[in-house]
C-alpha cells in the first residue's frame, strides 16, 4: 500500500510541476512582440537582419530558423552581392560535403552485409576465419589505399567542382598511342600527405575507399572455407594498393576509358555511375580468378564431376545481411553524385530500390517454378544481383527499366550460379562470381542500351547527355562494351597472375587436415561456436567443478551455513 | 523393472512427455538425436545442387518404468507420436536390472 501511496504522491507532485511549467510558458508568451513570427523585424531597428531578437522565442516549425540574420555580412545595412554569394556557394559545397561523407558512412557499413552474407553461407567450422576476413579487409584494404590506391585512382582527376573544386588533384600519368592521350594512373595523394590537405580531398577519399573496400571483400566469400590467412593478407595489400586503383583511375580518375569519347567518338566513353564494373565486377573477376587458382572446396564435387550441395550454416545470418546491404545500396548509388544539391538523388535511389526488388523478386520465382521451393539464398543472392546491375544505370534510366534491368539480373543470376558450378566446376560457396561479376557487367551493358538521354549532360568532357543504344546512341554501347572486356581482361590478368605467384611463394589453400577439421582454430584461433564443441573445459567454460566440501568445524565463526542444494 | 526408448519426431516430444507422465512416468532423460530408417533420408536442393539428408532429426526419450507401468507408458507414446506417415519413429523396450540413485545410495524401484 505505502509503495503505491508513493507512486500517487509522485504523480501528483509532477502533474502540478507541469501545470507550472506550461503556466510560465504561456506567460513569456504574451510577453513576447505582437508578431511573434518575425521577432526581428519588430524589435530591432528596422535593417538589420544580424540583431538577433532580444527575447529568444521557439521556433517549433522551422519556418523562422535559418534566415537573413544567419548570413554574415560586414554592414548589416548595406549587405555586399558578393559576401551574399560566398554564403551561398559555401552552403551549396557544405549540403555537396555532408551528403558524400552521410552517404559514405553507410557504404562502411556494407562490410557488415557482406561478412553476415558471406558467414551464413559458410559452414560453422569456418564462420570465424569467414568473418575475420571480413573483419580485416576493411583496415587492410583502407591502408593500401591510403599508401598509394588513393593517389593512382584520383591523383590526376582534376577539379570535382561538387566538392569545391579539390585543387591539389592534378597529376595523370598520361602515354600518348594512335596520336591520343591515354591517361594510365594519377601520381598525387599518396598518404594523403601535405599536398593534398583539403576538405574536399579527404571527402573524396573517405568515399572513394569505402567503394575500394567493397570491391575488396566480395572474393572473401568465393573463396572462403580453403583459403590460407597469410594469402589473404597479401591479397588484401595487392588488390587496395594496384588492382582496384588502376582499372577505378580509368572509368572514375580521368583515365583512358573515361576518354573514350572524347578521343575516340565513342558516346560519353566508359559510363559507369556507381561502380557496377569498376567495383562490383572488378570484385567478381577477381573473385574469379582466385577461386579457379585455389579450387573446389573437398567434397563439392563427386568423383563423376557433379555438384553436391555444401549448405550454408546459418541462413537468417545470410538474409540480415542481404538488407544491411540493400540499405547501404542507398548510400552507394544515390552517393556517387557526390552532390546532396543534384536532386537526380531522388531519382537514382528510387531506380537503384525497385532494380533490387525486380531481382529478388525474379531469382525467387524462378527457383520456385523450377525447383518448387524459392530458396532463400538465391532470394538474397537475387536481391544482390538486382543491386549490382543498377548501380551502373541507376542515374539514367526510367523507373521500368531499372525494374526490367533487376528482373533479368535475378535469373541472370541463377543461370550463372549453376553455369559457374555445374559447367565451369567452380566452387564459389557464396555466389560472388554469378552476383558481382557477371551481373556487374550487365550492369554497365545495360547502361549502354537503355539510358534515356535526360541525365549526364557534360559526361566525361563530351557535351550532351548519356544516351544508350535503344534511345539512338550506339557508339555509347560500343564504350560500354570495351569498358566491360577490358575490366575482364585486366582484373583477370593481373590477378590470376598474382594468386599463381602467391602459390608458388606463399602458398593459397591450407592443408586438407585443417580444412576438413574447420579453418577456425588453425588460421584465426577463435572458435565462432565453442560451446557447441565437445571437448573437457570448453563445454562447462571457467567454471571449475566444485572440490568436496571442507569439514563444518573449519568454518570461520560467524559464517553462515550455505545449503548445498542445486 | 522395464527401460523404454522411445525415438520420436520433435515437434511431438511435448504431447509425448505429458502422456507420459499421465502414465505414471516419473523422471525422463531426452537428448536430440540423428537417424534413419528404411526410408534413408530424404534428398533437398540448395542453390540449384541435390543434397541427402541422410540422418532425419528426432528426439530419444529414455524413461525407467516399473514393471506393471510399462504397457500403459508403450500405449502413451504410440497415441501421441504417431502421425501415420513414414518418419514416425521406434520405441524400444527392454528390461533393467537395477536403478541406483546416486545421492542416496538406494537400488531397484525406490530409486525410480
Known amino acids: ?566 | 523393472m522395464k527401460k523404454i526408448e522411445a525415438i520420436v519426431r520433435p515437434h511431438l516430444l511435448e504431447a509425448v512427455k505429458n502422456a507420459l507422465q499421465e502414465a505414471g512416468v516419473v523422471g525422463m532423460t531426452v537428448s536430440e538425436v540423428k537417424g534413419y530408417g528404411r526410408q534413408k533420408g530424404h534428398t533437398e536442393t540448395y542453390r540449384g545442387s541435390e543434397y541427402k539428408i541422410e540422418l532425419v532429426p528426432k528426439v530419444k526419450i529414455e524413461v525407467a518404468i516399473a514393471e506393471e507401468l510399462a504397457e500403459g507408458a508403450v500405449d502413451a507414446v504410440l497415441k501421441t507420436a504417431k502421425t501415420g506417415k513414414f518418419g514416425d519413429g521406434k520405441v524400444f523396450v527392454s528390461s533393467l536390472e537395477d536403478v541406483v540413485r546416486i545421492r542416496t545410495g538406494e537400488h531397484g524401484e525406490q530409486a525410480l
Open chain 1, 1 to 566: 500500500m505505502s509503495m503505491r501511496r508513493r507512486l500517487f504522491v509522485s504523480f501528483g507532485i509532477g502533474v502540478v510541476l507541469m501545470l507550472g511549467v506550461t503556466g510560465l510558458r504561456s506567460i513569456a508568451r504574451a510577453q513576447a512582440p505582437a508578431v511573434p513570427v518575425e521577432p526581428a523585424a519588430t524589435t530591432a531597428p528596422p535593417p538589420a537582419p544580424v540583431a538577433a531578437a532580444p527575447v529568444a522565442v521557439p521556433d517549433p516549425t522551422g519556418d523562422n530558423t535559418g534566415t537573413a540574420s544567419d548570413v554574415v555580412v560586414k554592414d548589416a545595412k548595406a549587405p555586399q552581392l558578393d559576401e551574399v554569394m560566398t554564403t551561398v556557394g559555401h552552403s551549396k559545397i557544405a549540403i555537396n560535403l555532408m551528403w558524400t561523407l552521410l552517404t559514405g558512412f553507410l557504404v562502411m557499413f556494407m562490410q557488415a552485409g557482406f561478412a553476415l552474407v558471406e558467414t551464413g553461407f559458410c559452414r560453422a567450422k569456418n564462420a570465424a576465419h569467414t568473418m575475420a576476413m571480413n573483419f580485416m579487409i576493411y583496415p587492410i584494404g583502407m591502408l593500401g589505399y591510403w599508401i598509394c590506391g588513393f593517389a593512382l585512382q584520383m591523383g590526376g582527376v582534376g577539379a570535382v567542382a561538387v566538392l569545391g573544386g579539390t585543387p591539389p588533384l592534378n597529376s595523370e600519368f598520361v602515354v600518348t598511342l594512335f596520336g591520343h592521350p591515354f591517361g594510365l594512373f594519377g601520381t598525387k595523394g599518396f598518404f594523403l600527405s601535405a599536398d593534398v590537405y583539403d576538405v574536399g580531398v579527404f571527402a573524396l577519399f573517405l568515399f572513394q575507399m569505402v567503394f575500394m573496400d567493397t570491391t575488396c571483400t566480395i572474393p572473401t566469400g568465393a573463396m572462403a572455407e580453403r583459403w590460407k590467412w597469410s594469402s589473404f593478407l597479401v591479397y588484401g595489400f595487392f588488390i587496395s594498393m594496384f588492382t582496384y586503383p588502376l582499372f577505378a583511375n580509368w572509368v572514375w580518375g580521368g583515365g583512358w576509358l573515361a576518354q573514350l569519347g572524347v578521343n575516340f567518338g565513342l558516346g560519353h566513353g566508359h559510363v559507369d555511375f556507381a561502380g557496377s564494373s569498376v567495383v562490383h565486377m572488378v570484385g567478381g573477376v577477381a573473385a574469379l580468378a582466385g577461386a579457379m587458382v585455389l579450387g573446389p572446396r573437398i567434397g563439392k564435387y563427386t568423383k563423376e564431376g557433379k555438384p553436391v550441395a555444401i549448405p550454408g550454416h546459418h541462413i537468417p545470418m545470410a538474409l540480415l545481411g542481404t538488407f544491411i546491404l540493400a540499405f547501404g545500396w542507398f548510400g552507394f548509388n544515390p552517393g556517387s553524385t557526390l552532390a546532396g544539391g543534384d536532386l537526380r538523388i531522388a531519382v537514382v535511389a528510387t531506380n537503384t530500390m525497385l532494380a533490387g526488388t525486380g531481382g529478388a523478386i525474379a531469382a525467387m520465382v524462378y527457383m520456385m517454378t523450377r525447383f518448387g521451393k524459392p530458396d532463400p539464398s538465391m532470394m538474397a543472392n537475387g536481391m544482390l544481383a538486382g543491386l549490382v546491375a543498377i548501380t551502373a544505370p541507376c542515374a539514367f534510366v526510367t523507373a521500368p527499366v531499372a525494374m526490367l534491368i533487376g528482373t533479368v539480373a535475378g535469373v541472370l543470376v541463377c543461370w550463372a550460379v549453376f553455369f559457374v558450378e555445374g559447367t565451369l566446376k567452380i566452387d564459389d560457396p557464396v555466389g560472388a562470381i554469378s552476383v558481382h561479376g557477371v551481373n556487374g557487367a550487365w550492369g554497365v551493358l545495360s547502361l549502354g542500351l537503355f539510358a534515356d538521354g535526360v541525365y549526364g549532360d557534360g559526361w566525361n568532357g563530351v557535351p550532351g547527355k548519356v544516351t544508350g543504344l535503344f534511345y539512338g546512341a550506339p557508339k555509347q554501347f560500343l564504350a560500354q562494351c570495351v569498358g566491360t572486356l577490358t575490366c575482364f581482361v585486366f582484373v583477370f590478368a593481373s590477378m590470376w597472375v598474382f594468386f599463381k605467384l602467391v602459390d608458388v611463394i606463399l602458398g593459397n589453400r591450407v592443408s586438407a587436415e585443417v580444412e576438413l577439421a574447420g579453418l577456425d582454430l588453425p588460421e584465426v584461433g577463435a572458435l565462432a561456436y565453442p560451446e557447441f564443441v565437445l571437448s573437457p573445459g570448453s563445454s562447462v567454460g571457467a567454471f571449475e567443478p566444485p572440490k568436496p566440501l571442507p569439514a563444518p568445524a573449519a568454518a570461520p565463526a560467524g559464517a553462515t551455513a550455505r545449503v548445498e542444494s542445486f
